[in-house]
Each structure stands twice: as C-alpha cells, then as structure tokens.
C-alpha cells in the first residue's frame, strides 16, 4: 500500500466520524455510537472504504492513551481515595462472575470438560475474555454529560483499573496452569513493584510538577511535559511491567490531576485527540469487523456469548455496588459502565490464540462483543441518566 494512501484513509474516517457523530448527537445518543457506526460501515464488512492497517492501529492505541490519561487528569484524588476499597470489592466481582459464565456457557455449548483438559482451559479462557473491561467508550460518554468527576463515575474508573490489573494476573495464572515454563507468580510481582514504581516516581514528579506549575503558569511547556510523562507512563507500564499500556497513562494522569494547571493541561490534550485520535480509535472498532466465513452455529454462540458477557457484568459488579450500600440506581449505572469490551479484549483473544487456546473463527464472537457493548453501554447510561433527571424534575 503506497505510503500516501494513508492521508486518504484519514480523511475518510474523520469526516464519517463527525458526520456519523453529530447525527448521533441529533438523535440524543453519544457522539461516541455515531463514530464506531461510522467505523463499522466503511470497514471490510460494509463498503470497504478502508482497510485496517498497522499505521490506523498505532493511531487508535495513541487515541485511548490520551482518553485514559485526560480521564485520570479529570479524577478527583480524594473521591479516588475514598472509592478505592469498594472499587476493588467491584472489580473482583466484575472479573468472578463473568469468569464462571464464560466457562459455564462454552462447556453448555461443546459439553462439560474433565478439570485440567485442554477443552476446559478453552471454556476458562473464554471467561477470561470475558473480564476483561474497557471504560474508554464509557469514559468519553460520561465526559460527554459531565458526570465523570462523580462518584459513580469515578467509582467506574477505579474499578476498572484495578479490573484490569486482576484480569492480567487471571490471564497469566490460566496460560500458566497450561503451559509449565510460564511463571504465573511473577505477573503479581511486576504489578505490585509497578504500583510502587508508580507511588515513588509520581510523588517526585508532582513535586516538579508544582514547582513548575507556580513558577511557569499556564505556559504551554506545562501541557508538553504533561503529554511526555504520560508515554513515558504507558511505555513503562508495557514494557517493564506488563501492564496494560492505557494503565500507565491514567496513572500519569492523576500523578497530575492536584497540581493547579491540571484542567489546563487537560483543556489541550482534548484538542488532538477530539480532532484526530479520538475519531481513529472509536472508528477503528468499527474497522476490526469481519463477517465472513460466519457459520449459524457461530453465530448462536456468539449472541450467547455477547448477552452473557453483558449480564455478568452488570450483574457481578452492580450486585457488589448495590452490597457496598449504593443507591439501586447507581448500582445500575456501575454495572452497565464496565460492561463495555474493547482494546484489552482484543489482547486478551490474541494472547489465547498464540498460545493454542482460542482459534481464529472465536474472534468473530469478541469483536461482536466489542462492537455491542461499544454501541450499547453509551445509550443505557444515557437513558439512565435521563430517567433519573426527570424522576427528579417530577
């Protein structure tokens, strides 16, 4: 493909996701659903218009890392504070239940699997998919009505950071009890000694940070050092650590949610990625999609998974929510904010296609998932949020 092909490509996912966003926006849903419409329908499946490539995946990933590191920019430290005990008591619900209901719903499928066959660490690995969350699209859809810097919003994040970190740790235990030579106990060491890495090192850089801050306010050197420590952040999380990279980039982000210039720092951050990051990274999902060589009974097994996908979550995390003494109703928006499935999914899928325990015709199922709860979770917040304004109105 010629090198300049790209600028095309650009062009054409920028214009469909502001179009395709602003009709969402027109019909009172997120521009977020209108974006991975757009995605979908000038992808492979539909028109063809453009072709995933490595380049558009590179542009997505610089995307949700500016997402995730503005959304720590936003989160208020001392409402993280406060929600992180029940956020994790969230989070290992939110990763339990859908566990057991992907393992439940592949041995219902293709009958029960002996403990310590190769059939049962598929039907696991299938509920291991199914841990994995996303809040990116949730991110943006709370932005988008002001309810990010809430409890439940910040509740949602928290949850889903410690989600993530839990949902790795499963991951490796799984691929560990399948393959000897992996070494399951080392995954909990690199996460712990990345927490304390990011403990040590963010207090120092706060304190340059503040000094900085009251000795060059808003100057726009503030923002670009704010922008280098986030990939740094995300860089070492991958690399050092093997955490997920949009980790490190909301933790680099509430390193910097104190200091004074913080909304400042924030202000130009959404500037690229609301013009070009973002638009890549919601179209891309749509991109991902493929619809050939989809057999009836694939496709049977894909609707259950995607709706036992989205149950268990809202179920495993709005049940604890709702134990932890949140109002129903605020139970029911934690539940539907982490149901949402993205990027970490996708990582998650591959990783268990490298290693022999899921094969290629199952993607069709994740990339479903993907693009359901992308489309879904956006809307039922939105309903959520407006039933309860207008409950309060009456």
Same mark, same amino acid.
């Given at each position: ?8 490509? !650009? ?55 500016? !997402? ?34 992907? /393992? ?84 909990? !060491? ?105 057999? /009836? ?98």
């Amino acid at each position: 493909m010629e090198t300049y092909s790209i600028f095309k490509d !650009l062009a054409i996912i920028i214009i469909f996701a502001k179009l395709f966003g602003i009709l969402a926006r027109k019909c009172k849903a997120p521009q977020v659903v209108g974006e991975i419409i757009a995605g979908l329908l000038i992808g492979p499946s539909l028109l063809g218009l453009v072709q995933q490539s490595d380049f558009l995946t590179r542009m997505a990933e610089i995307g949700v890392v500016l !997402l995730m590191f503005s959304a720590g920019l936003e989160t208020n430290l001392k409402e993280l504070m406060k929600t992180g005990p029940v956020a994790l008591l969230i989070a290992c619900s939110g990763v339990f239940v859908p566990l057991l209901g992907g /393992a439940l719903l592949y041995m219902g499928f293709y009958g029960m699997a002996p403990w310590g066959s190769e059939e049962f660490y598929k039907a696991v690995f299938m509920g291991v998919i199914m841990t994995a969350t996303s809040v990116s699209i949730t991110v943006q859809s709370l932005k988008e009505m002001g309810k990010l810097k809430g409890k439940v919003g910040t509740t949602i994040l928290s949850a889903a950071i410690i989600d993530d970190v839990i949902g790795i740790i499963v991951l490796t235990f799984v691929i560990g009890f399948k393959n000897p030579q992996s070494n399951p106990g080392s995954v909990v !060491l690199s996460t712990v000694l990345f927490f304390i890495m990011a403990l040590v090192v963010g207090f120092i850089v706060f304190k340059v940070f503040k000094k900085l801050d009251e000795r060059y306010p808003h100057t726009q050197r503030i923002p670009i050092l704010g922008l280098a420590l986030c990939f740094f952040f995300a860089y070492a999380a991958e690399a050092y650590f093997g955490i997920a990279d949009i980790t490190g980039a909301y933790v680099a982000g509430i390193v910097l949610c104190s200091i004074q210039d913080s909304s400042y720092i924030d202000r130009k951050m959404e500037v690229s990625s609301y013009i070009i990051f973002g638009p890549v990274f919601f179209a891309s999902i749509g991109l991902k999609t493929s619809i050939d060589n989809v057999s /009836a009974g694939l496709l049977l097994f894909s609707a259950g998974f995607v709706i036992v996908a989205l149950i268990t979550k809202i179920v495993g995390c709005g049940l604890m929510a709702r134990l932890c003494r949140f109002r129903f109703q605020d139970s029911l928006k934690i539940g539907v904010g982490m149901m949402t499935r993205g990027e970490v999914a996708l990582i998650v899928a591959q990783k268990g296609l490298s290693v022999g325990l899921l094969t290629p015709e199952y993607f069709t199922a994740v990339i479903l998932l993907i693009i359901v709860s992308s489309i879904s979770t956006p809307i039922i917040l939105k309903l959520l949020y407006t039933k309860e304004k207008e409950g309060a109105v009456a």
